[in-house]
């Protein structure tokens, strides 16, 4: 059985720091690209940061500079540093497992929110 677990999310002030965590389980995990994507109300779920096997990182334009993204294979983890937050980057955000073209899968979410 496949789990993704995500936490770390919460409320933070603008300009504040939040780091969130994905732990997947019943995958190889070092075959899986592994990213974050966020859903605010009313929108799509949108790409924020995905890392590939090799680890090669992609961003969305809206977070470059601000947040990273990183893996660790001996752990099955997939990390996501939020640093610089804004109201906007308020959502609820999913890791998700890829292996291109074969499968997909998806965490529960964890809910952020930036606000004073």
């Known amino acids: 059985q496949v789990q993704l677990v995500e936490s770390g999310g919460g409320l933070v002030q603008p300009g504040g720091s939040l780091r969130l965590s994905c732990v997947a389980s019943?995958?190889?995990?070092?075959?899986?690209?592994m990213g974050w994507y966020r859903q605010a109300p009313g929108k799509q779920r949108v790409m924020v940061a995905t890392?590939?096997?090799?680890?090669?990182?992609n961003y969305a334009d809206s977070v470059k500079g601000r947040f990273t993204i990183s893996r660790d294979n001996a752990v099955n983890m997939v990390y996501l540093q939020m640093n610089s937050l804004k109201p906007r980057d308020t959502a609820v955000y999913y890791c998700?497992?890829?292996?291109?073209?074969?499968?997909?899968?998806w965490g529960q979410g964890t809910q952020v929110t930036v606000s004073s």
């Open positions: 998700n497992a890829n292996l291109p073209a074969m499968i997909t899968y």
């Open positions: 890392i590939t096997q090799s680890g090669s990182k």
């Open positions: 019943g995958i190889i995990f070092g075959r899986y690209a």
